[in-house]
């Protein structure tokens, strides 16, 4: 029985492991290797800041979504009511939940919802602080779900139920929050500035 050896950066990426440089668009062993496999052009982005290996149109379109929609408003909401942005997430799960279970149609579908609003209800109270994630190909379904009921609505005048996907994105755009700014600290700012 022949055991084969494992091949390692230096038997499968040459004299280049030695040369190439630390830093760049692809500067680790995994990335080298996809670029020697598709010829040099990748056609996703492997950086070290893709945390998704998703098509960078797909990433602008999430983060111009994010910071022009909905981001500002929740940042807001978490300043006034002085929440983390987790506490703020559960909460419009748990809203989303309940909005579910308003419009359900049939016995089923009231008990299902019923179990998500009791599930996210209890996760807000117990936890509500703590981190929660969020996954990019989530919110732009969500998204996409939301301007079709959103077209839908406007061509029949019937908008119930459309407010179900608002709270979705809320919830999932307040999860990607890393950190709230003061509420202050710009009238923190200008009182340092005058007293110098």
């Not at 989303?96 to 009791?118: E, M, N, P, Q, R």
């Not at 509500?128 to 969500?142: C, E």
Request: glycine share 6%.
């Amino acid at each position: 029985m022949r055991l084969m050896s494992v091949p390692t950066e230096d038997n499968l990426v040459g004299n280049q492991s030695r040369t190439a440089p630390q830093s760049g668009a692809i500067d680790n062993f995994g990335q080298r290797h996809l670029s020697r496999i598709w010829g040099g052009q990748l056609p996703v982005a492997v950086g070290p800041s893709c945390r998704y290996h998703s098509p960078m149109a797909f990433q602008k379109l999430d983060h111009w979504i994010g910071k022009t929609l909905f981001v500002p408003p929740i940042i807001k909401f978490c300043q006034l009511t002085r929440q983390t942005q987790f506490a703020a997430a559960r909460l419009f799960w748990f809203l989303a939940a309940c909005d579910g279970f308003y419009h359900a149609d049939t016995l089923i579908g009231s008990i299902f919802w019923g179990a998500i609003s009791v599930a996210m209800m209890v996760s807000a109270a117990w936890r509500a602080d703590s981190p929660t994630a969020s996954f990019m190909f989530f919110r732009l379904l969500a998204a996409f779900l939301l301007f079709i009921d959103v077209i839908r609505s406007a061509v029949t005048s019937e908008w119930a139920g459309t407010e179900f996907w608002i709270f979705v994105l809320v919830a999932e755009y307040a999860a990607t929050i890393r950190t709230i700014p003061p509420r202050c600290a710009r009238k923190l700012v200008r009182k340092v500035s005058r007293a110098d």
